[in-house]
C-alpha cells in the first residue's frame, strides 16, 4: 500500500497543522494562546489577573448569544436578530420590575418574550419559506422599532433592585465569582448536553448537515429547525437579563452589533455556517478570543471608535479560516475514505 | 377561460403588481389627506428616497444574480463621508464625486473577490463589510468634520435644476435607464439571469458564474458610490451613523417589487417601484402624524408581505398552466434558495 | 415482530391503486396499481423517466401523490411525511443515500428512531450503548466494525456509505422494505450477503419492492415483477415465467428481437475514422479521488461511447474535459495542441459544448424561455457589438431549432421549464448545436424522455457527426451506447478498464448482444482487467 507509507512519511509539523486545522476547536485554542503569547511579550498589563478576569467577564454576554447562535447554525440557520432579541428581552425584564412583578416573574417574562421571537422566526422560515437571513433582519427591524416605540427612544430605567446587580455581574457572588459566570456555565452545560446527548442535538446536526438525509429518516426538518430558533431566542433572553442588570438602563439600541459578534465568535469556535458543524465549547473559546483581540487592541491604544472595524474584520478572517479548514478536513476525509476502499490517491 | 390565464401572466410579470399597488396607495393617501400630491410635497420626498432607490436597484441586481449584499447601506455611507472629506480638503466636485464612487467600487470588488475566489457566503461577507465600513465612517467623522462645504457646483448636483425638474431626478433617471437596458437587454445582464436562476446549469452552459457574480457585487457597490455622493450633497454634511439600516430598506424594496429571494426574476423598474411604495407610505405616515420609528416595522412587514406574495404569483402562474391537475392536495412547488450556490462552479476541491 | 401482519380481504399486503403524479405539467405517474402479496419478493422495473423513483417517494411519505389510494394491511394510509411511512412499518432505502455526513454511523442508523435512557429523572439522554448493542452483530455481518459504528459517515466513501443504508434499514422491524437499486457500486461478497438478508426478511414474513436495472439478479430471488414505462403500469409476472428479453420488451415497448436492429448501424459502419483528424486526446488525466490516468482520443467524424455503472466516474470525465472541474495531472490535447480550460466558457470558445446529465438541474433554465435556452451558450450571435442582444434575431433563431429539431411548443418565447422532458432535451440540443461546437458530449441523451424522443435524438446525434462534428456520447444503457458509437471505452473506479473498437462492424455481422455482453461484464468487473 503506497499509501500507508506517504502517510508516515508526513512530518510531524505537518500532521499537528492538518490536526489544527481539521478540529477547530484545537484550531481556536491554538490561537487563543497565540494571542496570549503575544500578548505576554509586548504588553504584561494583558496577562495581569485582573485584565484577564474582567476580560472574560464582559464576554460572558456574547458567550451566551453565540452559543445560541451555535445551535441555529449547526442546523444550518443564522439568526441576525438574536442581538436586537436580547435587547428587548432586556426592556421585558426592565419594564415587568418597574410594573411591580417579582423578579422570578420578571425573568420568565423575558424568557417567554424570547421563545416568542424564536418562534416568530421559525414561522417566517419554515411556513412563509423566507430565507433565513432575510426572515431573521426583518425580525431585526421589527424587533428594534418595536423597542423604539415603546420606549419612545428614552432608556428604561428605575429597576435596578439589588438582586439586579448580582443578575448582571456587578455585586459578585462569593469571592471573584459572578452570577453570570454561572448562568454561562448552565447555559454551556444544557445546550451542550443537548447538542451531544440528546435526540433534538443529533437531529439539529442532521438536518443541518443533510435535509433530504434527515427527511428521508422521518426528522421533522421544519420542526427542529424552529427548535434551534427558539432555543437561540431563550438565549438572547438570558443574556438580555444579565445585560439589564450589568448596563443599569435599558437603552433600545443595546442590542446593536451584538449579532455580529455572536456570529463571529461561533464562527471563530468553528460552527460552520454551512450547518451540521459546531461545538458549544468552540463558542465559548470563540466568545474568549474575540473578547481578547478587542481587549489587546484597546490596550494597544487604538481609539475604541475602530472597534467595529476590528469585529468586522476578525469576521472575515474567522470565516476564511474556517473555509480553509472544511476544505482542508474534506481533502482528509476523502483521503481516508479511499484508502478504506483501497483506492489509491 | 383565456381571462384569467392572461391576467396571471400580466401579474407575474415582475413591476407590475407593484405598480398597480403603488398607485392604489397613492390614491388612498391622497384621499386621506389632499396635500400628499401638491408638487413641492412629491419633488421632496422623492428626491430624499433618491439616494435609497439606487442602493435598491444595486441590492436588487446583486439578488437577481442569486446572491444577497447587506453592506450597501454603510457603503453609501461611508462614500458620502469620503466625498465630503475630498471636498473638505478642497478637491473640486469632479475629484470628489470620482473618490466617493470609487470608494463603494472597492467595497464591491471587495466582496465580489471575497465570495467568488474564496467561496464565502455573500451575506456573511457582506455583513462584515457592513461593519467595515460603518466602522470606517465613524473614524473618519472623528478625524474630520465633514460639514460646512462650498464647493461651487456640489449642491447643483442634486439641487439644481434642469427643465424645471430637479438635477437629482434626472441623475437617478438616466442611472435607472441605463441599468434597466444593462439588465435585460444586454450579453452581460442575460447571464445574470441564467446564474440567478441555477448557477450549476449555467456553468455548464458555459456562463462564468464567478466572473459574472463578480460583476453585480461591483455594480452594487458603483451604485452604492454613486448614492453616497447623491447623498453628501443633499445634506451638506455627514454624520458618523449615515447609511446605516437602509440596506434594510433596500432590500425591502427590492423585495417588494417582486425581486424573488430566490434569484433569476426581477427588474429594475420593478425594484425602484418598490422602493418608491416604500418611500410613498413612509411619507404617508409622517402626513399623518405616524412617528417615524414605525417605519422600520413596516419595512420589516414589507419583506414579508413580498416574498409571501411572490410565491402566491408563483403558484397562480403554474397553477393556470397545470390544467389538468385532478383534485387532492397539492404541496407548494419547493422553493430552492440559496441551497444551489454552490453548485458545479468549479470551485470546491 | 412477533405477530403476523394482518391482511386486508384481498389478500394483500400492500395495494397501491390509481395513483397520479403530476410535475409542473409533467406527467410522472399516470393511474398506476402495484400490488404487493406478504412475503414476497416484488421486482419494481421501468426504464429512466418510467416514475419508479417518483412512486418509491409516494410509498415512503416524501411525495404527496396528486390522487389514489394505498392500502396496506386492509387500512388506507395517509403518508404526509417520512415518519408516517416508517410508522407503518415501510423503510426504505433510498438510491440517493438518505445519511447524514455530520453524524456517526450509530446516529445516521438510529436517526429518528433514537434510543433514550433516563438522566435526571426525565427520558431524554440518548442510550448510545444499548443502541450500539442492538445493531453490533448486524453490522458486522455487513462488515462494519465497532469503530465504524463512532465514525462520521461523511468520513466513509460510496461503497460504506451504502453498507451503512443497507444495515440502518434491516435494523428495524419492517413489514414491507423498499429497496431502490441496492446493490449499484457494490461488490460481488457484499451483494451476495444483500441478497441472502433478502431471503430471510422473506421467510419472517416481509414483504420487498426490489428496483433494480440489473435483470440478472432477479432470477432466483425475485417472486414477482412490475414493469413500468413512461409513468404508466406495463404489467406485472412472475418472474420464474419470464426470460429477461421479455422483460427488456415489456419496459422499452419494442419485441425483444428487434433490438440491435433498429440502429441504423450499416450508415455507421460504412464510415472509417482511423485515418480521420484527432479532435482530442486525453494522456495520463487524473483528478484526485475520482479519475485515474485517463488516456483516450476522439477524431473527427466520430461517436465515443463511455459506459460504466453509477459512480464509475463518467460524468466526472465528461466535467474534467470541459473545464468545470479541474484536472489534477495530465495533459488534454485540443486539435493537436496543448489546452488547459480555466472554466467551462474556456472550453465553449474553443468549440466544446456538453448536454449535462441531470437535465432539471443541471440542463434547464427553468425561468427561461425556450429561445433564451438555446441562445445562453452564444449570446454573441445574437448581439450586436458582442453586448447588446437582438430580441428578434434570438426568436427567429429559436424558430428555426423548433421546426428542424421538431420541438413542441406554441411558442418559442414559452418558459421552458413548461415543456416536457423531451422537448427540453431537444432545446438543450440545440443550445449545443447552436454553438457549432466541434466536440459535443451527451451526458445521458435520453434520460427520462419518451421513446420516440429518444430516436429523435439519437438521429440528432448521428447527423451532428455525419457532418464532420465528433461526440462523445455518455449512457447507462448499454444498448442505446451499441446503437450509438463507433468506439465503446468502459470505465471503472475511475479508470478505463477496458474498450471495444469498431461496434458497428460487429452489429452488422449480429453481434449486438455479445458486444454487449462483454461491456456488461467490464463495466462490473466480473473479467479481469
Redesign the interface.
Known sequence: METTSSQKNQTIVDRVVTRLLVDPTLGVLALLVLICLLAAFTLPVFLNGSNLYNLVNNSLVVMILAMGMTVVLVSGG?D?SIGTTMALCAGVTAAAMNFGLPLFAALLAALAMGALVGLGNGL?ITR????D???T??????A???L??WTK?VPIIGYMVPEFYIVGGLTPLAGPLTLPMVIALLVALVLGGILG???LG??F??V???K?????????VERVRMQAYIVSGLAAAVAGIIMAGRNTNVPADLGN?YE?QA?AAA?IGGAA??G??GRILGAILGAITLAAAVNLINLVGV?S?????????I??AA??AN?ISA?VS??V??????V??G?P? | MNFPRAASRALSTSGVPIAIALVLVVVIFQIISPVFLTPGSVRDYINNAIPILLLTVGVAIVIVAGGIDLSVGTVAGLSAGTTMWALVSGAPTWTAVLVGVATGLVFGLFNGLMITVFGINDFIVTLATLNIAGGLLIVLTEQVPLQGVTTPGFSDLVYGNFLGVPTGFWIAAVIFALMQFFLIRTVFGRRIFAIGIAPGAANVAGVNVNRVRLGTFVLSGLLAGAAGVLLASRLGAVQAFLGNGYEFIAIAGAVLGGVSLAGGRGSVWAAVAGGLMLATLQQGLRLNGVDPVYFSIVTGLCIVAGVVFDRRIQQLALGSFRKRAKGGPTPPAPVKLQETHLLGTGKQD | MTERPALGADGLLLNVDGISKHYEGVTALDDVGLQVRPAEIHALLGGNGAGKSTLINILSGLTLPDGGTITLSGHQLDLRRASDALGHGINTIHQELSLVPALTTLDNIFLGREVNARFLGMNVKLDRRRMEERVRALAAEFGLSQEDLKLPVGEFGALKKRVVEIVKALAFDTRLLILDEPTSGLEEEERLNLFEHMRRLREKGVSLIWVTHHLEELYGLADSATVFRDGRRVGTVNVSDTTVDDLLGMMFGIAAGEFGSTSSAPALAEVEVESREEVLRLTDVNRSYVLRDISLTVRQGEILGIAGLAGAGRTELARAIMGIDKISSGTVHWNGNPVKFSGSSAAYRKGLAMLPEDRKQLGILPELSVSENISISSLDRVSRLGFVLKSRDEVSQAESYRQRLGIKTADVREKIRNLSGGNQQKAIVARCLNTNPDLLIFDEPTQGIDVSAKVEVHNLIREFVANGGAAIVIASEIGELVELSHRVVIMKKGRLVGSVDNVPHALVSGQFEAVKNRILAMSAGRTES
Open positions: 443564522i441576525l417566517l412563509l419559506g423566507l430565507p437571513f432575510i426572515a433582519l426583518a425580525m431585526l427591524g421589527f428594534s422599532g418595536v423604539y416605540i427612544g446527548f440528546t435526540r443529533t437531529h446536526f442532521a443541518g448537515s443533510s433530504t438525509g434527515a427527511m428521508q429518516s422521518g426528522v421533522r452589533g455580529i456570529i464562527v455556517l454551512s451540521g458543524r481609539p471608535s475602530y472597534q467595529k472595524i476590528v469585529i468586522g474584520g469576521l472575515v470565516v476564511l473555509r476544505v474534506g481533502k476525509r476523502q483521503r481516508k475514505a479511499m478504506l476502499e483506492i490517491a
